[in-house]
């Protein structure tokens, strides 16, 4: 089993960054990747950015390049997504999680762990 906890959420306004961070416990050799997602009031879950656990590639969808950034420093175990210039429909619930199939970029029917969410909002 793997444990996620994600932490560095909070109310911020247009413009500004914010970092939040994914501890990651138990058995991490069996990870293939790490990834988030967000989902916003009434909307689907949606993938943000993944990186490999051991290789370190990243991978973002066309609509996430620019302002994120994930990144991973394994012998904290911890993964970390880097969001700047936010904007207010940045704000969602930001989840961690992991799958052990390969792959970078992957929908929510192919994640093995889920962490407990973290509420990023925006204000104008």
């Known amino acids: 089993q793997v444990q996620l906890t994600e932490s560095g959420g909070g109310l911020v306004q247009a413009g500004d960054s914010l970092r939040l961070s994914c501890a990651v416990s138990?058995?991490?050799?069996?990870?293939?990747?790490v990834a988030w997602f967000r989902q916003a009031p009434g909307k689907e879950r949606d993938f943000v950015a993944s990186?490999?656990?051991?290789?370190?590639?990243?991978y973002y969808p066309d609509s996430m390049k620019g302002r994120f950034t994930i990144s991973r420093d394994n012998a904290k175990r911890m993964v970390y997504l880097q969001m700047n210039s936010l904007k207010p429909d940045d704000t969602a619930i930001y989840y961690c999680?992991?799958?052990?199939?390969?792959?970078?970029?992957?929908?929510?029917?192919?994640?093995?762990?889920w962490g407990q969410g973290a509420q990023v909002t925006v204000s104008s």
């Open positions: 999680a992991a799958r052990k199939g390969a792959g970078l970029g992957f929908p929510v029917s192919a994640v093995d762990y």
């Open positions: 990186i490999e656990w051991f290789g370190g590639r990243t």
């Open positions: 138990g058995r991490t050799q069996s990870l293939y990747a």
